[in-house]
């Protein structure tokens, strides 16, 4: 009979030592050899006579090994069971390395020991939370807004008329245009013949408005700072100047956004034009409110619950954390002292993080069961295939069946749904209070409102990035809030934005 002794229990951290007699292994195979009997073809015997020794001497091994497999996965969960444990993740098995043990073993002449190594799940003592009080910040769109957006997604689809007047906003001008940084060219800074419409956001800030006034024939040097956040990371954050010779001025016709405009975008009217972009503007507001009550919410839960967390779920989640930060890092060409920081002081830093992480992501998942949140199917599906839209369509199938085939990667994608149910459920027992603000005061600290946004630069930019892939594609399109490229080809901006 197997015997199973704990030999560690220190908080979280449980040690289970299993001893399995050579007796009961003997016992497991010699079944196993009797079921094989009348199925193994052996040549010189006839079905169902190869004598059982014979068969052992064949099979033995293989047939222990498989032994040995069946009772590393029944007893396992068997343990747990009975012990009434849940373990924060798959306990770790170690077996003796000593290869004639081993051997012994699978031989059936030593009894087959093991180790389990786990930490549990923490008890969780769900506390009352209707006395949290949280601010709903709300920002009314103005018609203004859906214009101006309406104006840049249209901009590429109107009729233009050369003009001899100086240019104007949401005039579109052709260009040559040289870039420098030092005074010397940079990769992708010159371009002849391009056009540019005067609002529409595709090149760096500062670029356009510096051209509102000049008409054919004019020649300009141009001033811009790159963003900080710039996609060129050695471009980031430097000024440039740029020679611009204006070719043209063109005004747009005096049609406005008509119906033929929207049907140029595959859209069957202006009015069904303005509803989408309405929706898509809201929809991205909507979400940055989202994220603000979320981290008033997640911190009244942080600031509530002081728990020991399975280490290893924090050494995980820092991991996935520090790995992020220093690819970002690196693609900006930063170090940490360009951070204001240390490695040292980073690495607490995001250790904290790891473990606040953790400590809600248990939290929440206790309210949860507590409360019956479920992830239907059809979320599962609707989950599933906003993933896959966001891989090119050639991979998308391939990636499909991956997600379908494995069901770790099923649950990495069932988790933030059921985070987000939980977060609507909590909403709904706390108190709201509905504020509304302006687009400064909702924007304002946003890199700072997010729990996936660790505090500093680089990985805020990085928090940003991961945050914008996760919304819908039909948003892409008028993704207002966006910084476009630095000056470059019209169609190479048009692309960044679709």
């Not at 079905?47 to 498989?66: D, I």
């Not at 009434?84 to 012994?104: C, L, N, R, S």
């Not at 002449?109 to 506390?127: H, M, T």
């Amino acid at each position: 009979m197997m015997q199973v002794t704990e030999t560690l229990n220190s908080g979280l951290k449980r040690e289970i030592k299993v001893i399995v007699p050579a007796s009961d292994m003997e016992e497991r195979m010699m079944k196993r050899l009797g079921d094989a009997k009348d199925r193994v073809r052996l040549n010189g015997f006839r079905p169902g006579k190869v004598p059982v020794q014979h068969l052992r001497k064949v099979y033995g091994k293989s047939f222990m090994a498989e032994v040995v497999n069946e009772i590393l996965s029944n007893s396992t969960r068997d343990i747990l069971t009975e012990r009434g444990e849940k373990p924060a993740m798959q306990p770790e098995v170690t077996m003796t390395e000593d290869e004639k043990e081993a051997e012994k073993v699978l031989a059936g002449g030593a009894d087959f020991e093991f180790q389990l190594n786990y930490e549990v799940l923490p008890p969780i003592e769900i506390k009352d939370f209707s006395g949290i009080k949280v601010t709903r910040q709300i920002y009314d769109v103005p018609e203004a807004d859906i214009e101006e957006q309406i104006r840049k997604v249209t901009a590429d689809a109107r009729d233009y008329e050369s003009t001899k007047s100086k240019a104007e906003l949401w005039d579109k001008v052709t260009i040559d245009y040289l870039g420098k940084v030092d005074g010397e060219p940079f990769e992708g800074g010159a371009a002849e013949d391009s056009g540019l419409v005067l609002g529409s956001g595709q090149f760096i800030p500062g670029f356009e408005d510096q051209l509102v006034g000049v008409k054919a024939g004019d020649e300009k040097t141009i001033t811009v700072t790159f963003p900080e956040n710039y996609q060129a990371a050695h471009l980031a954050g430097k000024e440039a100047t740029c020679d611009v010779k204006v070719k043209d001025v063109a005004r747009p016709d005096g049609t406005g956004i008509d119906d033929e405009v929207a049907k140029k975008l595959g859209l069957d009217s202006a009015d069904k034009l303005r509803e989408i972009i309405r929706g898509q503007i809201e929809s991205q507001y909507g979400q940055m409110t989202r994220q603000k009550v979320k981290r008033q919410l997640l911190d009244a839960l942080d600031s509530s619950y002081a728990f020991e967390t399975p280490s290893k779920l924090v050494e995980a989640e820092f991991n996935n954390i520090w790995a992020q930060v220093n690819r970002d890092l690196q693609a900006a060409g930063h170090t940490f002292e360009d951070e204001d920081t240390t490695e040292e002081e980073a690495r607490a830093e995001y250790q904290r993080l790891a473990e606040r992480r953790v400590r809600l992501g248990l939290v929440l998942a206790e309210i949860g069961e507590k409360a019956g949140v479920q992830v239907s199917d059809e979320e599962m599906q609707r989950g599933l295939f906003d993933m896959v839209r966001r891989f090119p369509a050639n991979q998308q199938q391939q990636v499909f069946e991956f997600y379908r085939s494995n069901p770790q990667q099923l649950a990495s994608i069932r988790a933030p749904i059921f985070e987000e149910k939980v977060v609507d459920h909590l909403l709904g027992q706390i108190d709201v209070t509905d504020q509304k603000v302006s687009r400064e005061e909702l924007l304002a600290d946003d890199a700072e409102e997010t729990d996936a946004k660790p505090a500093k630069k680089t990985a805020k930019k990085a928090a940003a990035k991961k945050e914008a892939a996760a919304g819908s594609d039909e948003a892409a399109a008028t993704d207002e809030p966006k910084k476009k490229a630095a000056p470059k080809k019209k169609a190479a901006a048009k692309d960044d934005a679709e």
